[in-house]
């Protein structure tokens, strides 16, 4: 019987063998989305030092242990209702209480 990723799930290693298939589809999909992302940021500014990579895990747990070696790390924060200001979600909170380097909330454009 086919598995949820395709794979054919016997015990052969079917399905260990379709999960890495599609650990490295979707780690070459976010590579792909990432550089095209990326390219115009980079060519309007050729003097900011960006390393692109993909990692998984959960994001905030990812983010934080990463930030570790950066200069600076930029989050985004939603606009919203609240009277006290922007909304962050779990991971900006995570970051702007724990990470050990500064960092820059951008607001989402109006």
């Keep these: 019987m ?3 990723r395709g794979g054919l799930g016997d015990r052969r290693g079917g399905s260990a063998r379709s999960a890495a298939a599609a650990r490295v589809y979707h780690q070459e999909r976010a590579s792909t989305l990432i550089d095209a992302l990326l390219q115009d940021p980079a060519a309007d500014h050729p003097d900011v030092r960006m390393k692109r990579t993909t ?3 959960p994001v905030h747990k ?9 200069d600076l790390v ?10 006290h200001g922007l909304r962050l979600g779990r991971v900006g909170h ?3 209480h724990q990470a050990q380097r500064p960092v820059a909330v951008v607001p989402e454009l109006p």
């Design 62 to 70: 990812v983010l934080l242990h990463r930030s570790a070696a950066a």
């Design 74 to 83: 930029v989050i985004g924060a939603a606009r919203g209702h609240d009277p």
């Design 55 to 57: 990692v998984e895990g």
């Design 2 to 4: 086919p598995s949820p």
């Design 94 to 96: 995570t970051l702007l």
